[in-house]
């Protein structure tokens, strides 16, 4: 069973940044398009953003363009996630998972935005 492994997650201030990672180890990531969900509390997942495999084609949920920027390194088999501008409406726990007819995820890491 593959498992993504994410890090990058915790409480910031209104306006703060984080950065997600995303990393397979021992697994062909690159093949994959990568994607980042949302889950506030009480609701279901929410697509925040996609990578697709080559790396250049990039797309954003409405709220969070010109803030999120997704970017994956290939030698470091590794998709991040660049959160800035953060607002409490971004807080929720936030997966990537790996998409080529078969989804392989991250285990999900918490991130809150409040003062």
């Known amino acids: 069973q593959v498992q993504l492994v994410e890090s990058g997650g915790g409480l910031v201030q209104p306006g703060g940044s984080l950065r997600r990672s995303c990393a397979a180890p021992?697994?062909?990531?690159?093949?994959?398009?990568t994607n980042w969900v949302g889950q506030a509390p009480g609701k279901g997942h929410e697509w925040v953003s996609t990578?697709?495999?080559?790396?250049?084609?990039?797309y954003y949920e409405d709220s969070v363009k010109g803030r999120f920027t997704i970017s994956r390194d290939y030698a470091k088999n590794t998709v991040y996630l660049q959160m800035n501008s953060l607002k409490p409406e971004d807080t929720a726990v936030y997966y990537c998972y790996a998409d080529n007819a078969v989804r392989y995820w991250g285990q999900g890491t918490q991130v809150t935005v409040s003062s």
């Open positions: 990578i697709n495999n080559d790396g250049v084609n990039t």
């Open positions: 021992g697994f062909t990531f690159s093949t994959y398009s």
